[in-house]
């Protein structure tokens, strides 16, 4: 069964950085996709960023430039590096992984992604 967890959300003041973390139990990254998305407070759930199993990547316009998704396959994590962040960046952040390997469709639809995480809470203050 495959697990991920979502860690290092927190308050932070606008202008600050954060990183989060996904870990992954029951398999590892290496060949498969992971994407973060992001559900404002009375919002649908949107994508953030994308990490194709070969290490490209995607982001959303609005997150392009502030951050950055990467990958440590040896320690089945993936990160999203936060900077900038604004008060409307305040979201609950997920992780999530494709359920087959090498796996190309997508990027920025929930539907691809078969693992989810919990998610963790970010909360930018003003």
């Known amino acids: 069964q495959v697990q991920l967890v979502e860690s290092g959300g927190g308050l932070v003041q606008a202008g600050g950085s954060l990183r989060l973390s996904c870990a992954a139990s029951?398999?590892?990254?290496?060949?498969?996709?992971a994407g973060w998305f992001r559900q404002p407070p009375g919002k649908e759930r949107e994508f953030v960023a994308f990490?194709?199993?070969?290490?490209?990547?995607v982001y959303a316009d609005s997150m392009e430039g502030r951050f950055i998704i990467s990958r440590d396959n040896a320690k089945n994590t993936v990160f999203l590096q936060m900077n900038s962040l604004k008060p409307d960046d305040t979201a609950v952040y997920y992780c999530?992984?494709?359920?087959?390997?090498?796996?190309?469709?997508?990027?920025?639809?929930?539907?691809?992604?078969?693992?989810w995480g919990q998610g963790t809470q970010v909360t930018v203050s003003s």
């Open positions: 999530a992984t494709d359920g087959r390997p090498f796996y190309s469709g997508n990027a920025a639809s929930p539907n691809r992604y078969t693992y």
């Open positions: 029951g398999r590892t990254f290496t060949n498969y996709a």
């Open positions: 990490s194709s199993w070969s290490g490209s990547t």
